[in-house]
Each structure stands twice: as structure tokens, then as C-alpha cells.
């Protein structure tokens, strides 16, 4: 009314001006909120259920790691089901979600501390799924709002800060999968690979050079697919359609799919198992880790024997950042990971703190 020269959206979510019909269901138009996953206690794979415009609010929770638990819990209360955990989660159904999820998709936690890694690795993945799909739909689909960003008290919610100023796993993912430039594999239907290249900026990339391989958990290389090409601005790219069916060399308990995006300006990873985690025969990667002081933290190199996922680097109750976290690795290259110091701590301390996890050894 003061301003009609300027875009004005009533409320959220809505399908236009006056209309606040089922948004939280609808795609059709406007901006939706969606909870079947969460709320509804539907599978991950319920966000492919959709091609929504807008998603201005959707999430999964986990809870916030050890070190953050500690502030609030004695040791004797590390259990999910303990006064002070129940205390800690304000969704009635909140811890049983997470649980019946770890049933549906990952071998269940070894340890009360591998099932609050367990529980931000899942988070992550909830998110990954959905906006990596979302993103490949573009210009349908052209934003997403994930619920959020962090705590005002240390709690089990859907948050990838934790009140400490912690990041949970959620958010080094989120710098991933919100990446500008993104090559993105998802398998919706099933036997079939979709690979697509998203690209949000305003400028081509020129010369980039996508590479699709086929891996077994024992280090073996199946074979591979290249494609050169330009990638438009504000473009998504459908790449190829892979057919499990019709390859009979894939075990999907056995492979994964690697994929590398190249350019001048541009080195991307991504990757993408093809059986639900619980089911794939992962092998114990042999995780080594090197730690080295360098200017404003200290730099860690992980090696590998075999491929590992969901690697996490975790430096306790130390004040900092990590540059990555939350990786998958291959034998054939290292990775190296900077801890971004906020107070002053030895090589030692630092050493001593560490903790590394990954996927294979969560469940044993």
C-alpha cells in the first residue's frame, strides 16, 4: 500500500495474495512449508514426492554432538532415553523419528557417542537429498529455506549450529550442497541414476569437464563416463541417466558412484552410494590421520586403505571451525582439512582432543 512499485509476498506459506490454502502439501504456486518427512514420519525419499516453487521452510533434527551434551548431562545421563536427554528434546516424538530413521537407513550406533554422529550425519543426508533435487528442477524450483540455523539452549532440534556456536555436520554439508557451481547425482527411481550440473551464477563455465565413475568398496574402478561442455549460467544440466538394471556389473551393495567436476576455476566432488547405508558392504577405510601446525590452526591430513564416508573431524569442546568436514575419501587422494583456531591452543592440546568418524565404524 505505501510502496506498490515493490514486490510484496503476504505470509508464509501462501500460493499468492489472500490464498493460504494447504502449502504444506501443495507445489503448485507460491511458497510451501514441508513436513511430511519430519512431522509425518514419511522417508527421506517423500522429497522427491514433489517439485515445489519455493520450500521457504522444511528440516530434520539431530542431536548436538558429545562435547555440547557434556555441558548439560552427566556421563551417567548418556543414554537417549535418560531424564536429562528426554529433558533436552522438545518434540514429543522427536528421539523416536531419529531412532526409526537409523532403523530405516544405517546400521544402528555402536555408542550412545556414535548415535549423536550418527544423528547429524542423518540430518545431513535428509537435507542433501531434498535441496540437491530441488536445485536440479531450477527454474521450477529457484530457493530453499532449510529450518535452522542454530539454538538459544542446548537441545536435540533441527538446527546445524548448536547453541555453543558448535557447526553440526548439517552445516559443512550445507556449504556443499549450496555450492554455486554443483554436480549432483540422485537415485529417485528405482535402478535408475539421474546426474545432472547446476550452476546459479551468472557467468558460464567454460570448458568444464564432468567425470562419473564406478567404484567398488574395495578400491576397484568399474569403469567411467567423461563429458566436456560448457555450463550455462543460471542453468540446470541434465547429464546422463544411468540404468542399474541394465549393468549387470554393478552390485549395488559393492559400488558407489564418484563424481568429479572440473575446470579452470573448479575442482568438485560429489558422490552417491546406491543402496541404503545399512545394506552397502563397506569395508573399514584404515582412517590415518597427520596433524600439523599452520598459520591460524592446525592442518590435518586423512588417508585412507579403503573408501570411507561421512568422515567427521570433531575437536571436542576446542573453540574453532573446521575448512571441510563431513567428506567422503578415495585410497588414491588425501585430504587435507584446516582447523580454524578461535583461542590459543597448543599442537598438543589439539592432537589430544581430535576425534575422527566415519560411516563403517558407527555401526561396529
Known sequence: ELD??????????SAGEGDFSDNWHSDKRGDMHFWSVWHEGKSFEEYYSIKPRFVSEFGYQSFPSLSTVATYAQKSMWNLTSIE???????????????????RYYRFPSSFEQMLYLSQVQQAAAMKMAIEYYRTTMPRCMGT?????????PVASWSSIDYTGKWKLLHYAAKRFYAPVLPIAYHKEDGKVEVYIVNDGPKAVEDAKLSVKFCTFDAQKLGKQEYR???????????CTIDLKRNHKLDRRKTFIYIKLKSDDLYIENCLL???????????????????????????????????????????????????????????????????????????QFREKLKVFDLYNSGR
Not at 86 to 99: A, D, L, T, V
Not at 229 to 239: D, G, N
Not at 321 to 344: C, G, H, Y
Request: net charge neutral.
Open 229 to 239: 561442455l560448457t555450463i550455462e549460467p543460471k542453468s540446470s544440466t541434465h547429464m
Open 4 to 13: 506498490p512499485s515493490r514486490t510484496w509476498w503476504p505470509s508464509s506459506p
Open 145 to 153: 529455506l532449510y529450518w535452522q540455523l542454530n539454538d538459544n539452549w
Open 274 to 348: 546406491l543402496d541404503k547405508p545399512k545394506a552397502c558392504e563397506l569395508l573399514d577405510p584404515q582412517l590415518q590421520t597427520q596433524v600439523e601446525k599452520v598459520s591460524g590452526g592446525f592442518a590435518v591430513t586423512v588417508s585412507c586403505t579403503y573408501p570411507a564416508f561421512e568422515v567427521a573431524l570433531d575437536a571436542q569442546d576446542l573453540k574453532g571451525v573446521f575448512s571441510d568436514n563431513l567428506f567422503a575419501i578415495r585410497p588414491t587422494a588425501q585430504k587435507v582439512v584446516v582447523f580454524k583456531t578461535q583461542e590459543k591452543i597448543t599442537l598438543k
Open 85 to 103: 536427554m528426554e529433558h533436552h528434546q522438545k518434540n514429543p516424538r522427536g528421539n523416536s523419528i531419529i531412532i526409526e530413521n537409523f532403523s
